[in-house]
């Protein structure tokens, strides 16, 4: 009996979220086909701070959140970012923000994320094991620091009345207190313990796993960018940037930042924007390997000890895809890293990417009503990382002609239309 042909799709974008899909998808019987330009080091995923955040079942789009963070750039100090060059994209967006909001929306938007969350664990397991590196997931949870008594009491108040979903966590003991302002070498006026959250342990070396599984399973990848999707008679297809056109039986937009411009292109605008983190590294670091994520919110900023070194992250910078990077930001970093005794040593990286994130805070998966053969998945804004393994088992459910959870309909495009 012959074998049956694959079916064949074309995942526009090798960030997390596309490579993780391709892989899931190529497991699942698809002939899979990446465009890409192969540079994994320059995916948002690659340089956030590793952190699963089971933990975050809140969408950062609130009013208490935007009237905090406002507040806290109009003092001069905060994480946000609003570049004067870039005021035509970020004005827009800040209009949309606000009225993806209302509180509505907002309790909507945590029933959703919630759901996606409450698999996002599991759905890492499954990932680590399945391509042959679960050493690469860590469960020990993370920490948030304050050295601050009054915002201490303040921040921790706050998350006893935030929901998160599977995380659990406690207020330190003065005894683990003691340990952290041991291990840290600065006071801690007060600390939150998350008990199991997770980290990836390298996200180089995930990257390479990831890649490595997909590609012996067959995989394809076709260095290069989309610069433009076509739809002719219901279907999509993409011209490559070398002038090449592809038409695939199936797509799958997954491009990160870049995949609202080639929708736009088609017409159907969508309010994405690129929100953008910085980090500095050192390969050289004294802090101990056991240590979990350390996040300091009276900084806005989080540490982790990696495989490759102690990276410092941190902020959010509304602003075009390829605008410049902003020198300061990298200065206040290390100027933080210094205040708090970092042990960042020898000579330092510094990256900065873009986060795809939409009004609402939350990703956009579904099947295209405008292409029958476009399927998408963007948007997944700090959560990338973390979502990036469920989404790939949904989109392959999906791809089949599965039936998708019933949350679907919320991350549908269509809740952008005017």
């Avoid at 801690?188 to 997770?198: K, Q």
Wanted: charged share 20%; with cysteine.
């Amino acid at each position: 009996m012959l074998e049956q042909p694959k079916k064949d799709i074309l995942v526009v974008g090798g960030g997390i979220v596309g490579l993780c899909c391709a892989l899931r998808l190529q497991q699942a019987g698809w002939q899979t086909t990446i465009v890409d330009p192969g540079d994994f080091s320059r995916a948002a995923a690659s340089g956030n701070a590793g952190h699963i955040a089971i933990e975050q079942t809140e969408p950062l789009a609130s009013r208490a959140a935007l009237r905090t963070t406002l507040g806290q750039f109009v003092q001069g100090r905060g994480p946000l970012g609003l570049p004067l060059r870039d005021i035509g994209t970020w004005v827009p967006f800040a209009g949309k923000l606000y009225r993806f909001s209302a509180p509505a929306r907002h309790e909507a938007g945590k029933v959703v994320l919630g759901a996606l969350l409450a698999d996002a664990m599991p759905a890492w397991r499954r990932l680590a094991d399945d391509i042959g590196a679960s050493d690469l997931l860590i469960e020990r949870g993370h920490v948030l620091v304050w050295q601050d008594a009054e915002r201490a009491a303040d921040g921790i108040a706050a998350w006893r009345k935030t929901g998160t979903g599977t995380a659990t966590f406690h207020e330190a003991s003065p005894t683990e207190r003691a340990d952290l302002e041991q291990c840290l070498g600065i006071r801690a006026a007060g600390a939150l313990i998350f008990e199991n959250t997770g980290q990836v342990a390298d996200l180089g070396r995930l990257f390479q796993a990831l890649f490595a599984a997909w590609h012996d399973a067959d995989g394809r990848l076709i260095r290069g960018s989309v610069r433009k999707i076509d739809i002719v008679d219901g279907l999509a297809s993409a011209r490559l940037d070398g002038g090449e056109t592809i038409h695939p039986g199936t797509m799958l937009l997954a491009a990160g930042a870049r995949s609202g411009a080639l929708l736009d292109s088609l017409g159907h605008k969508v309010p994405l924007i690129a929100e953008r983190g910085y980090h500095v590294q050192a390969a050289n670091s004294r802090w101990q390997m056991g240590m979990p994520p350390v996040v300091f919110p009276e900084r806005s900023i989080i540490a982790t000890r990696f495989e490759s070194g102690l990276r410092v992250a941190g902020f959010v910078e509304f602003a075009g895809v390829d605008s410049p990077a902003d020198p300061r930001r990298w200065k206040i970093l290390e100027r933080h890293a210094r205040d708090l005794s970092l042990p960042l040593e020898g000579a330092l990286t510094r990256w900065m990417g873009a986060r795809p994130t939409l009004p609402d805070y939350l990703p956009a998966m579904g099947r295209a009503r405008f292409a029958r053969n476009l399927l998408y998945a963007f948007g997944h804004n700090h959560l990338g990382l973390t979502l990036a393994p469920i989404t790939a088992e949904i989109m392959s459910r999906l791809a089949l002609g599965g039936t998708p959870p019933r949350f679907m309909t919320s991350l549908d495009l269509d809740r952008f239309k005017p």
